[in-house]
C-alpha cells in the first residue's frame, strides 16, 4: 500500500501537464541558477572546445570555427533533478553528432566524459550524446547564453536531468568505459533519466 | 519515514523541523535531505532542504525551511505539518558542499543560505574546534536572522543589509570585502551559500581576497530572471 501525506493534495494536479516526468514542477519563465563553482569569465576570444580520447581525429574548434558548422536547434523541455522543470525553451548552436562526425569515434569508444572549464565533469554513454540528443549551445531564445546558465557555451542533453549538461564546457573524451563524473561521484545517479527518476545513487 | 518530533519557528519566514529517523544519521555537515510529500492519488511532490543540526551520531536531525511565495512543498510544512507526524525523507545527499571538521573553512550564508553553514559552525563547536571555522552571514535585519539566539559568538561576523540593531557597529549595507575575517588562512576552504545574486556577488569578493576560485565551493538556490 502506498503511503501518503496526512493533508498533502498537491496543486494544479487536474492541469498537470503531460510534459513534467514524475517528481517535477514546471518553474514557468524562471530558470533557477544552480551550480557548485564560482563563475568563470572566458573570452570567446580564447574559448576553444576539445574532443579528445578514443577518436581517429583529435580536434580543437575555436569560437569561430565550431560557429562555422551547420547551426542546430534544439527546443523542447529541460528537467533539473532539485525537481524544477523548464518547458518549451530553444537552444541554438552545433548537433554534437556534427562535432563527433568530424572527429570520428574508434570503435572501442563506450562513453564520454564532458569537461567543463571549471573542472567540472560528466559521464555519458555515447548513445546518450548522438543521433540528435546533445548539442554544444551558444545561443538562448535567440540571445547569447548567459555567463551564469553556462555562457559563453554549454552542452545541453535534454533528455537527462540537467546536471548532464554541463555549463562553460571545453571538451569531451571519448573513453572505453564509464568514469563517473563531478556529481556522480558525489551521490547522483550515473545516468540520470528525469522520466525513471534516476536521481541518486540507487535509484 | 521521519516522525516530526518538533516545530519551531527561526523567523516569520523560516521554520526548522525536527525529524526523528527510523536510524542514526550519518549526514556530514553541509549536506541536504530530500523530503517527498504523497498525495492520495499518488502525486508527489519533493524539494532538497540543508540541514541545520550537526553530526552527532543521534537519530535526529533538523531541517530549517524557508517558506517560499507559491511554493507548494514549503507551504505545506509550514501550514499543515505538525509534530507526531511522519514525512518521508531520502539522505543524506551531496558530497561536494561539505565539511568534514578537520580543515580551515571560511563560511559566507545570505540568508537561508546560513542553514548548511550552522550545521558546520555546530560541529565545530560540538567538537571543540571553533578555531577552524569563520562565519560571515549576511541577514536583511535582525528579524531575518536565523538561528539568532545561538549564532553569535568570537567565529561569527553578522552583516545586516537593510536594517541594523540599536549601535550596531557596521553601517547597514550589503556584503564588502571588510567584512571578511583577516587573516584568511590561505589554505581555507570557502563555503558559499544563498541566492545567485548572492553568491555571485561573495565569491568576487573571496577572489578579491585572493582565495583562488578552486577553493571555493557554492550552493545556490532560488529561482532569477
Known amino acids: 500500500m502506498k503511503r501518503f501525506t496526512r493533508g498533502f493534495r498537491g496543486r494544479g494536479q487536474a492541469t498537470r501537464d503531460s510534459r513534467l516526468p514524475p517528481g517535477q514542477y514546471d518553474v514557468g519563465s524562471a530558470w533557477p541558477v544552480l551550480t557548485a563553482e564560482a563563475t568563470p569569465k572566458l573570452s570567446t576570444e580564447t574559448w576553444t572546445f576539445k574532443i579528445r580520447g578514443l577518436v581517429e581525429q583529435p580536434t580543437t574548434w575555436s569560437w569561430d570555427e565550431i560557429h562555422a558548422f551547420a547551426q542546430s536547434t534544439f527546443e523542447g523541455d529541460i528537467h533539473c533533478v532539485t525537481t524544477w522543470s523548464k518547458l518549451g525553451v530553444k537552444f541554438s548552436g552545433v548537433s554534437v553528432d556534427t562535432l563527433l562526425a568530424a572527429a570520428r569515434p574508434l570503435p572501442t569508444a563506450t562513453h564520454v566524459l564532458a569537461l567543463g572549464y571549471t573542472g567540472y565533469t560528466t559521464n555519458l554513454p555515447l548513445q546518450d550524446v548522438t543521433g540528435g540528443k546533445a548539442w554544444v549551445v551558444w545561443d538562448y531564445e535567440g ?61 | 519515514m521521519a516522525t516530526v518530533v518538533d516545530v519551531r519557528a527561526e523567523t516569520s519566514h523560516a521554520k526548522t523541523f525536527r525529524l526523528a529517523l527510523p536510524h542514526p544519521s550519518i549526514h556530514l555537515a553541509g549536506q541536504h535531505y530530500i523530503v517527498r510529500l504523497t498525495a492520495p492519488d499518488g502525486y508527489t511532490a519533493s524539494r532538497s532542504y540543508s540541514v541545520a543540526s550537526p553530526p552527532d551520531g543521534s537519530a535526529e536531525i533538523e531541517l530549517t525551511v524557508e517558506l517560499l511565495p507559491d511554493g507548494e512543498v514549503s507551504s505545506f510544512l509550514h501550514e499543515v505539518v ?16 561539505v565539511w568534514r571538521g578537520d580543515t580551515p573553512a571560511l563560511l559566507v550564508g545570505g540568508g537561508s543560505g546560513v542553514v548548511p553553514l550552522m550545521a558546520m559552525l555546530r ?26 539566539g545561538e549564532l553569535p ?7 545586516y543589509t537593510r536594517a541594523a540593531p540599536p549601535s550596531w557597529p557596521r553601517p547597514v549595507g550589503r556584503l564588502n570585502g571588510g567584512d571578511l575575517p583577516a587573516p584568511i588562512t590561505p589554505d ?13 556577488a561573495a565569491t568576487g569578493l573571496l577572489t578579491d581576497a585572493t582565495i583562488a576560485t578552486n577553493r571555493i565551493r557554492v550552493e545556490r538556490f532560488g529561482p532569477t530572471r
Open chain 1, 143 to 203: 540571445s547569447p547564453l548567459p555567463v551564469e546558465h553556462g555562457g559563453p557555451a554549454r552542452m545541453i542533453v535534454p533528455h537527462l536531468y540537467f546536471w548532464k549538461s554541463a555549463k562553460w564546457v571545453s571538451g569531451m573524451e571519448l573513453q572505453d568505459h564509464n568514469e563517473p563524473g563531478f556529481w556522480e561521484r558525489n551521490g547522483y545517479h550515473d545516468h540520470g533519466d528525469p522520466w525513471l527518476e534516476q536521481r541518486y545513487q540507487g535509484d
Open chain 2, 82 to 97: 505538525m509534530p507526531g507526524d511522519t514525512l518521508e525523507v531520502r539522505g543524506p545527499i551531496g558530497g561536494w558542499f
Open chain 2, 123 to 148: 560541529l565545530a563547536r560540538r567538537t571543540g574546534r571553533s578555531d577552524l571555522v569563520r562565519l560571515v552571514v549576511s541577514a536583511r535585519s535582525p528579524g531575518d536572522l536565523y538561528y539568532a
Open chain 2, 153 to 159: 559568538g568570537p567565529e561569527t561576523t553578522i552583516v
Open chain 2, 188 to 200: 581555507a576552504t570557502a563555503y558559499v551559500c544563498g541566492t545567485p545574486g548572492f553568491a555571485d
